[in-house]
């Protein structure tokens, strides 16, 4: 069978962005958002899958067993800008949601996202990742994934992940932009990956109180347990393995989930370069990263 190209990045309003992204923006941008859905917004590879389905069980695990085992993630939360031919668009798949309150994701900055999740003040759940497990983890995605640019070798794709030449744009402007959203709307609740790493339960009550969510301690460990690692690998309503565009021969979805894996990756000029070019990017204080924990 023959292999369609690799797409390639254009300049859209700014960002770097692909026209699976972007073919459908007058829907995007014109989608009704109603008071009650809820936005789960990351840059790519910051716990995306992680976080929708901590929220989906946390809203709909105690229901319908069947929904647990045939729908998948992709369907329970459906993709806000995606659009490909012969596929849903995710804004149809929203629009169809049956759910209340509907989980809706998005890699979108925060510019770019449809203004009436703002006018309706819908509450909003931000997943940030620190930039260098995230470049290696959006390394191997683009590796694996054939509905992404060509990643090239590390080095190559390291340089352009500086330069913002990802798609969605500047990991740096995307964490600060929503970091800086938070300090004037209150229904943000921008939460990092490794906090989830170090200690998901906590990270749990924290989404609950957020949410207004108060599960049963039973119901509480059950969400937990579901969305181990191991069991989010082994569930195949979360691991992606029936996406046809992934190659988890060449690397799974489900990849390795750990904090500090870029240091198996980031050569010592390498860091050194990342590291004085992230000073003059990241100059706020207040949004502290860990590489490590
Ligand atoms: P790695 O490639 O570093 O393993 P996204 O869903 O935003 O695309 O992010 C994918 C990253 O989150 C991958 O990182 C994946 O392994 C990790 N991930 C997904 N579910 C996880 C979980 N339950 N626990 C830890 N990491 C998880």
Redesign the pocket.
């Known amino acids: 069978m023959e292999v369609p190209p690799r797409p390639e990045l254009f300049d859209f309003h700014g960002v770097c962005m692909l026209k699976q992204f972007t073919n459908n923006w007058e829907n995007v941008q014109n989608f009704k958002a109603r008071p009650d859905d809820i936005l789960i917004a ?12 901590i929220l989906d069980l946390l809203y709909f695990g105690h229901m319908d067993p069947d929904r647990q085992t045939s729908v998948h993630l992709h369907e329970r939360v459906p993709f806000l800008e995606f659009c490909k031919p012969s596929f849903p668009t995710g804004t149809d798949l929203a629009d169809k949601l049956p759910t209340i309150p509907r989980l809706i994701k998005t890699h979108l900055p925060v510019q770019f996202v449809p203004i009436s999740f703002w006018e309706q003040r819908c509450r909003i759940v931000y ?1 940030a ?1 620190n930039a260098k ?1 995230d470049a ?2 959006f390394f ?2 683009g590796r694996m994934n054939s509905a992404l640019p060509e990643p090239g070798d590390w080095s190559t794709f390291l340089q352009g992940f500086m330069e913002g030449k990802r798609v969605f744009g500047s990991w740096y402007d995307h964490v600060n932009g929503w970091w800086e959203k938070k300090q004037t709307y209150s229904n943000l609740h921008y939460m990092f ?1 490794e906090d ?2 170090e200690d ?1 339960g906590r990270e749990i009550d924290g989404l609950c109180s957020f949410l207004g969510l108060s599960p049963s301690p039973e119901e509480k460990e059950r969400v937990r347990t579901s ?3 191991d ?3 082994q569930n195949k309503v ?1 691991n992606y393995t029936t996406i046809k565009t992934l190659n988890h021969t060449v ?8 904090v500090g ?1 870029w240091k198996n990756h980031f050569t010592v000029a390498q860091n050194e370069q990342f590291d004085e070019d992230y000073k003059q990017k990241m100059k706020n204080p207040d949004l502290k990263f860990r590489f490590e924990i």
């Open positions: 990351t840059y790519p590879k910051a716990g995306t899958t992680w976080v929708s389905y997943v990742r497990d290696v983890s191997h995605f990956y989830l790493i998901c969305v181990t690692f069991s989010m690998k979360t690397s799974p979805f489900m990849r390795k989930g750990k894996d």
